[in-house]
């Protein structure tokens, strides 16, 4: 039974160069978050992408931007790159759109921004 | 703004000891609650999830609600060194079901 899994699992980028990162959900998930880690401090969520829609947004710029295809995996784009954005991000999958069902997390694409 | 605090830490017990990590949340309508543990440069992993007021337990460990307190906590028993870890506490508030809002997270140390 497939986990969710990430990828790449590192990325080095330069100011104002753009990224896409990458998500399958766990099998049987048809849900998608992805939230930002950085050093020291919780996760804060960007979004979350359920039937092919963004269903929740949380305080990030619209830099930030996300797809889900029909397959329910997932990307999330940045563009414009700053050096507060080198974090790691976590995808996590759960089943049955927003709701208060567990999410379980990816191992994350740890991105570094010189 | 809905928050989620934690006792930072740095918490450090004994083997076999009891650990108690404690957290805090501001959204009186904040309906799960959940623990991840996240060892240093991996992600969080999922260990414990309660809805309702009193207790669940889960092999060694045991979470804690009160909601009229606003209050969770994870109680991990017989604390072995493969415990050492970070202990995130999650909310998914009432008005914003499937967001998680996290805690900075407590570091536990279990020394042999």
């Known amino acids: 039974d497939a986990g969710v899994t990430q990828s790449p699992t590192h990325l080095i980028k330069t100011r104002g160069q753009q990224v896409t990162l990458r998500c399958s959900p766990k099998?049987?998930?048809?849900?998608v978050s992805w939230y930002q880690q950085a050093l020291g401090q919780g996760p804060q969520f960007i979004f979350q992408?359920?039937?092919?829609?963004?269903?929740q947004r949380g305080n990030f710029p619209d830099r930030f931007s996300g797809h889900q295809f029909p397959n329910y995996s997932s990307e999330l784009n940045v563009n414009a790159l700053l050096l507060g954005d080198s974090a790691l991000y976590l995808c996590?999958?759960?089943?049955?759109?927003?709701?208060?069902?567990?999410?379980?997390f990816g191992d994350g694409t740890r991105l570094s921004i010189l | 703004q809905k928050e989620v605090e934690q006792n930072s830490g740095p918490l450090s017990v004994p083997e076999g000891a009891i650990a108690s990590l404690n957290c805090t949340y501001s959204?009186?309508?904040?309906?799960?609650f959940f623990w991840y543990r996240q060892y240093s440069g991996k992600s969080p992993e999922l260990i414990m999830s309660i809805y309702s007021n009193g207790d669940k337990e889960d092999g060694r460990f045991t979470a804690q609600l009160n909601k009229a307190s606003q209050y969770v906590s994870l109680l991990i028993r017989d604390s072995q060194p493969s415990d050492s870890a970070t202990y995130l506490c999650a909310v998914i508030g009432g008005s914003t079901l499937g967001r998680l809002y996290f805690g900075r997270g407590t570091q536990l140390t279990v020394w042999p």
């Open positions: 959204d009186r309508g904040s309906q799960s």
């Open positions: 996590a999958s759960s089943l049955g759109g927003p709701s208060n069902q567990p999410q379980h």
């Open positions: 992408y359920y039937e092919e829609e963004e269903r």
């Open positions: 099998s049987g998930h048809d849900t």
